[in-house]
């Protein structure tokens, strides 16, 4: 036992040391990139201000795409300059960017390092520069830059308010994913500007060395019209981070399920327009995430915030019966009037006969909102069943056999108990989890933004029971309330379980 006991310790100090060493590697490649990045940072601006012509052609791709937005008054427009590779070059030879190193006033910021693309910010006394770079042999070098005005000289644009301008840099961002994932040209027209240019990095086989592809605007706009890469709504995840804005120019990540890009944008005449982009595939996703869940098999663990505080991680139920309900929600321009019932039902029937303790169970609803419009949702409970007894008891009482009366009374047998609830009862018997970034809702492919003619972000109605074991054997999607399981049927497929 003693040997077994230093064997396995051996191996543990063996493991160990192997991820160690693997980390180490990890963490000295990063900054062997970081140093490098910076490097070829500083060969571009350094090279630019000394007229060095071999530190800017170390520094820079020949396919450089570089331009500044410029503004005419005459016209309130804005138009882009672009500065070729031999322009920069020949510009650099001729000195004409000479400026003493004492007043240049360089600072490097790595925005971001993503194996073999980086975002680079370069700021100096007359320019700021937003570079792209990408790792080639082993080298970096500059393929995308779009810039503005220096830290020594005026801004461009007045008044630029960052708060606001985050805001509109995010939603021409998505904006741009809904047009790619949806092949809606109209959208893409609105967030591209038509000097748009795309790269992607195609490794050539046998070589072992990359060429660029870029896509320019209307090869996007005619996929999007020939519906080239759409996605099935529900698969779509598309999500943005403002990785820098200054002075009229942004540099934003733009995400959707399998790929990501990294987008350089402007502001145009009033409105933000992306230019460049450097594709990529996301290579980090999980069979979870890509596969929807079966019955028969384990329901994968989630950490969801609760509403009014807490966290719930279904791996702590383990050893209980977990249901998870997922409401319709907001339906366009109000809530979904019969969602709060079951709610409301569950919650009575725990404080009146502890089904909870009795059935070795956890029940729990998910909404795919912000903590606020939770709370809307809930505040808003009278009014939905004011809806419901309006629907049941309508006035005057319609032509018996005719539609309306069988959908009457069809709200009566669904829908018998009457609730007394005021705005500002507070529901913490059953909690509510607050899935505001989607990764629940959408990792079970549930989440849509349109339903039956009407643009709204909402769940498809959904009923997950999960056993002691943590496998999945119940469940239900439909939009259709008609068809929707009753508490009394949940409650009984859950006893019949054990």
């Known amino acids: 036992m003693k ?3 230093s064997v396995v310790s051996l191996l543990i100090l063996i493991t160990m040391s192997l991820i160690s060493n693997s980390n180490a590697q990890i963490n000295t490649e990063n900054q062997k990139d970081s140093i490098d990045i910076k490097q070829t940072a500083l060969d571009y601006i350094e090279g630019f201000y000394s007229g060095d012509v071999t530190r800017m052609e170390k520094a820079i791709h020949p396919d450089i795409n570089k331009a500044i937005p410029r503004d005419l008054p005459q016209t309130g427009r804005t138009i882009l300059t672009y500065s070729t590779y031999s322009g920069l070059i020949e510009f650099t030879r001729a000195k004409i960017g000479a ?3 004492s007043l240049r006033n360089i600072k490097i910021d790595i925005l971001n390092i993503d194996n073999d693309v980086a975002n680079v910010k370069i700021s100096s006394a007359n320019f700021i520069d937003f570079t792209q770079m990408v790792k080639l042999d082993g080298m970096w070098k500059i393929v995308n830059v779009l810039y503005t005005t220096g830290t020594s000289v005026a801004p461009r644009l007045k008044d630029f308010n960052l708060k606001d301008e985050k805001a509109a840099i995010e939603q021409i961002a998505l904006d741009y994913l809904a047009g790619m994932s949806g092949s809606d040209a109209k959208c893409l027209e609105m967030a591209i500007d038509p000097e748009f240019s795309k790269i992607t990095l195609n490794p050539i086989p046998g070589t072992g060395k990359v060429s660029f592809r870029r896509q320019r605007y209307v ?9 080239v890469g759409k996605q099935d709504e529900i698969y779509r995840n598309n999500s943005v981070t403002v990785l820098d804005i200054t002075d009229g120019i942004a540099v934003v990540k733009c995400e959707m399920v399998t790929t990501y890009e990294y987008v350089q ?3 145009s005449s009033g409105e933000w327009k992306i230019l460049n982009s450097i594709f990529k595939q ?24 609760i509403f009014g505080g807490g966290e719930f991680s279904l791996s702590k139920y383990s050893g209980k019966n977990v249901l998870l309900m997922f409401p319709r929600g907001w339906i366009g321009n109000t809530w979904c009037p019969y969602c709060p019932y079951q709610y409301l039902e569950l919650e009575q029937l725990e404080k009146t006969d502890k089904i909870e303790k009795k059935n070795n169970l956890k029940i729990a609803f998910v909404l795919p909102y912000s903590s606020d419009k939770i709370k809307d949702w809930i505040e808003k409970f009278p009014e939905a069943l004011q809806t419901v007894e309006a629907i049941k008891n309508q006035e005057p009482a319609p032509v018996l056999g005719s539609v309306q009366s069988d959908y009457m009374m069809w709200a009566r047998n669904h829908f018998p108990i009457k609730f007394d609830v005021k705005k500002d009862d507070q529901h913490t018997t059953i909690p509510v989890l607050v899935d505001e970034n989607r990764t629940l809702s959408r990792q079970l492919k549930i989440f849509t933004g349109f339903w039956d003619g009407i643009t709204s972000e909402q769940n498809m109605a ?6 002691k074991k943590g496998i999945l054997r119940f469940k239900y999607i439909s939009q259709m309330t008609e068809d929707r399981p009753t508490v009394e049927f949940l409650l009984n497929f859950i006893k019949e379980m054990d």
């Open 3 to 5: 040997n077994m006991f």
């Open 99 to 101: 400026l003493d190193d």
């Open 219 to 227: 090869s996007m706009i005619e996929n999007a019209l020939a519906r």
């Open 265 to 267: 944008m402007f502001k």
């Open 282 to 305: 996301n290579n980090s996703l999980t069979l979870a995430q890509v596969m929807a869940i079966t019955v028969g098999n384990p329901m994968p663990d989630f950490n969801l915030s």
């Open 462 to 467: 959904t009923v997950l029971i999960i056993d």
